[in-house]
């Protein structure tokens, strides 16, 4: 297929590159210039790239980006054919999703919010999992663009409703994960070998995914960026902002968004998420570390 992927970032660059080694027909864009794909052309603009596209795909960071680099000068819409489809996976705000693809649906332009989680492991991989909102038919002519960069395709239904699904997602990460550190803080302050504590956790019914794929790193105090503070911070922002619209309460989130809030303050925001951890520590005057660390 014909493909415009527009952001290279974390995750961007290693999809596109996938696509490429898949066999389609890839051309890049982003908005820091320098960065390729083997194998795919580069464009100046959104609007270049998009040219002759069946289908543009988005990972950019915010939803902001997805309205410049689709609506603004020089954007993605003013090339699109109809019939073509615009696939996002980004994690933006599905109230503005839904604005996105009212104004493409005008011209002829379907849009699936795609947006997906395994971190820029799983994007490296071809492992991810995507959060899919959409038209079926528009899902199944994606789909092999979806196996040349994922594993799963989960449609949550029609459009907006992947968005949503994932601010659900992140928002138990976020959750999950601060309550372990948290854990690993006080056991530590009270004296507790956290590699014990893990192992522990491990064993039973507290275990989690993201405990599993975080404790490692942590161990270890490595906090490069798997998936920046920044990013998390942002997407916990447009949870609470979508709950607000929906008349919904989310104050242990709240809680959560305070810590992110003062993380950065602190100048975590371009490490990992789990950096969080390190203002714990600060204000119990401890440092969580495995043996080996």
């Known amino acids: 297929?014909?493909?415009?992927?527009?952001?290279?970032?974390?995750?961007?660059?290693?999809?596109?590159?996938?696509?490429?080694?898949?066999?389609?027909?890839?051309?890049?864009?982003?908005?820091?210039?320098?960065?390729l794909v083997e194998g795919a052309a580069v464009a100046p603009t959104p609007a270049a790239a998009a040219q002759g596209a069946e289908v543009?795909?988005?990972?950019?960071?915010?939803?902001?980006?997805?309205?410049?680099?689709?609506?603004?000068?020089?954007?993605?819409?003013?090339?699109?054919?109809?019939?073509?489809?615009?696939?996002?996976?980004?994690?933006?705000?599905?109230?503005?999703?839904?604005k996105f693809a009212e104004k493409v649906a005008a011209k002829g332009v379907a849009w699936v919010d795609a947006p997906m989680t395994g971190s820029k492991i799983g994007a490296r991989d071809g492992t991810l999992v995507f959060i899919v909102g959409g038209a079926e038919e528009h899902i199944e002519r994606l789909k092999p663009l979806f196996a040349a960069m994922g594993k799963k395709i989960f449609r949550m239904g029609e459009t907006g409703k992947g968005q949503a699904t994932k601010l659900a997602m992140n928002l138990q990460i976020a959750m999950i994960y601060e309550g372990f550190a948290e854990a690993l803080t006080l056991a530590t302050k009270l004296g507790v070998d956290s590699q014990q504590l893990v192992s522990l956790i491990e064993a039973t019914m507290v275990r989690s995914g993201v405990v599993e794929y975080?404790?490692?790193f942590v161990l270890?105090?490595?906090?490069?960026?798997?998936?920046?503070?920044?990013?998390?911070?942002?997407?916990?922002?447009?949870?609470?902002?979508?709950?607000?619209?929906?008349?919904?309460?989310?104050?242990?989130?709240?809680?959560?968004?305070e810590i992110y809030e003062l993380a950065t303050e602190d100048g975590n925001k371009d490490l990992d998420y789990a950096a969080t951890l390190t203002l714990l520590e600060k204000w119990a005057g401890v440092q969580v570390k495995g043996k080996a660390a």
């Open 1 to 35: 297929m014909r493909v415009a992927f527009l952001g290279l970032g974390i995750m961007g660059q290693s999809m596109a590159s996938n696509l490429v080694k898949a066999g389609h027909e890839v051309t890049v864009w982003n908005r820091t210039p320098g960065k």
């Open 220 to 257: 270890q105090r490595d906090f490069t960026p798997n998936f920046p503070l920044r990013l998390m911070h942002k997407d916990i922002r447009l949870t609470l902002e979508a709950a607000k619209e929906a008349r919904v309460k989310l104050p242990g989130l709240q809680t959560v968004e």
């Open 56 to 98: 543009v795909w988005l990972c950019v960071s915010d939803t902001d980006a997805v309205e410049e680099v689709i609506c603004g000068k020089d954007g993605a819409e003013s090339s699109l054919s109809e019939g073509a489809i615009i696939a996002d996976s980004s994690t933006i705000s599905p109230s503005a999703t839904l």
């Open 214 to 216: 975080k404790a490692p």
